[in-house]
């Protein structure tokens, strides 16, 4: 069965703090990994990683792929109470469908 | 139009009641996605339509979920019946990929939250 684990389940830092989110998954035909945040509405797309090794950088925001150890990390440095969000993992198989993990409840506090 | 809509935002149904939610995806999007997000957890897969043709409708929980897209834009999924469990926040998706497996990214609506009472 695929599966799509992520952790911590909650984080609460400070201002200013950096945060690593983690993505593990077990997937058979993996094509792609995304990362969305949702607030209080519409999950949006931050990243789409689909190779091992090749940071991807927004902003504040970073995120890497290793394809042989299965997982995912999600970087956000000089967090801001705006950064207050579920983080989403999603990962994509050869279908078109997505299966998300439980997400990072991520509280940044001022 | 500018993203993906979703009505209406908010639903409350007696159980036993039938609903039906609807969708816009972004324009030309070919590919449409419907996913279930109860309350604390990641979104799940309901049913996917490439164009008006519903490919992939393997997570539909039960015979009482219904969705369509008669000509390729807007969707609505219907739930026949309601029970409490049907409580969750319903999300569409929309991506502009052409055939099963390309990699484009899905972009989401902001939701319905059904309410069963």
């Known amino acids: 069965e695929d599966k799509v684990v992520q952790s911590p389940l909650s984080l609460v830092v400070h201002e200013g703090d950096t945060v690593t989110l983690n993505c593990s998954y077990e997937?058979?035909?993996?094509?792609?990994l995304l990362w969305y945040k949702q607030e209080k509405k519409a999950p949006t797309f931050l990243f789409m990683l689909?190779?091992?090794?090749i940071e991807k950088k927004s902003g504040r925001l970073s995120s890497i792929l290793d394809k042989k150890e299965l997982f995912s990390i999600l970087n956000i440095t000089a967090t801001q109470t705006g950064d207050s969000a579920v983080y989403l993992c999603a990962v994509r198989k050869g279908g078109s469908r997505l299966t998300f993990g439980e997400g990072t409840q991520l509280t940044v506090n001022p | 139009g500018a993203g993906v809509s979703q009505s209406p935002r908010y639903k409350v149904a007696k159980r036993g009641q039938d609903v039906a939610l609807r969708c816009d995806p972004i324009s030309g999007h070919v590919s449409l996605f419907w996913y279930q997000q109860a309350l604390g957890q990641g979104p799940e897969f309901l049913t996917y339509f490439q164009n008006e043709a519903q490919l992939d409708k393997s997570g539909l929980p039960s015979d009482r979920f219904f969705a369509e897209r008669p000509e390729g834009s807007v969707s609505t999924l219907k739930i026949q019946r309601t029970q409490q469990e049907d409580s969750a926040v319903y999300l569409c998706?929309?991506?502009?990929?052409?055939?099963?497996?390309?990699?484009?990214?899905?972009?989401f609506g902001p939701g319905t939250r059904l309410t069963v009472l």
């Open positions: 997937v058979t035909n993996f094509r792609s």
């Open positions: 689909t190779s091992s090794g």
């Open positions: 998706a929309s991506s502009p990929a052409r055939f099963p497996g390309d990699t484009d990214t899905q972009y």
